[in-house]
């Protein structure tokens, strides 16, 4: 313990000497960037450079589809809203996490289930899951907290057992892997912010990732003022899939939408 910092030994890193660099972190790569797009007159959704973003992001989490939209709050509403959960249904989700995750559930008129937390990973703890399922449960959302990771393997098995869906919170773990399968493509719906500490932030924004050409279509039209998907972002997009088949606003929604 003598050798602690904390205890006068000589910390690894002299802030004074050496202070952490100011954070967001830019330089004149992202400057050209910005510009491009002020310069180009294409500051709405669905431009060239979102839609860039969704395939390279899609590609960099392992999955099939990206949807990019205002906040890493909204991308927890609009998974839970394209699951179909709202009145009477419950979620379980760690009660160690940012007031969002069970702000949204609430937001969906369904009820949160705050559960306890593993102590080595601070992370949601499946023993704890099992023990909460009742009747009305409908989905699980475990949380990557401060880099760690759920255990997903666990809570995997949980929801395969009980038919629930998983949504990932990614909001602390882009690019993270479990066992060679990135943050994001492991359950349902993946949701990733980036506010302004996040490990890749745009001062706000957020995104969703999912491998279900259904979900897909639903997270788009959802946050989009409930129009159906278009462009090449989705492969078949314009055939629809299931329900979402219909021409024009086909969902009762908001308007979610990136800048």
């Not at 839970?80 to 419950?90: M, Q, S, V, Y």
């Not at 998907?229 to 989705?234: I, M, R, T």
Request: hydrophobic share 40%; aromatic share 8%; net charge negative.
């Amino acid at each position: 313990m003598a050798n602690l910092a904390i205890s006068g030994a000589n910390p690894l890193r002299n802030i004074k000497e050496n202070p952490w660099p100011a954070w967001p972190i830019w330089d004149e790569n992202e400057e050209k960037a910005l510009l491009s797009v002020l310069q180009s007159g294409v500051w709405s959704y669905n431009g060239p450079k979102e839609i860039e973003f969704n395939k390279i992001f899609s590609e960099f989490t392992g999955t099939k589809f990206s949807i990019c939209a205002a906040n890493g709050t909204v991308t927890l509403q609009l998974a839970l809203e394209a699951l179909g959960i709202g009145i009477g249904d419950e979620v379980i989700l760690p009660g160690l996490t940012w007031q969002a995750t069970a702000a949204t559930v609430i937001d969906v008129n369904a009820t949160p289930i705050l559960v306890d937390i593993c102590e080595d990973t601070w992370c949601i703890d499946p023993d704890a899951i099992e023990k909460a399922i009742t009747p009305r449960t409908k989905a699980i959302i475990p949380v990557h907290l401060y880099g760690n990771f759920a255990d997903m393997d666990r809570i995997m098995e949980i929801a395969k057992k009980h038919n629930l869906a998983v949504i990932e919170d990614c909001a602390h773990k882009h690019g993270g892997e479990w066992k060679g399968k990135k943050a994001g493509s492991i359950g349902d719906i993946g949701s990733f912010s980036f506010q302004l500490s996040k490990h890749l932030t745009a001062g706000e924004g957020g995104a969703l990732t999912t491998n279900s050409l259904e979900l897909a279509e639903k997270l788009d039209a959802l946050r989009n003022c409930g129009r159906r998907p278009e462009g090449e972002e989705f492969q078949d997009a314009d055939k629809g899939a299931g329900v979402y088949s219909d021409d024009g606003n086909f969902i009762q929604s908001g308007n979610y939408r990136i800048t």
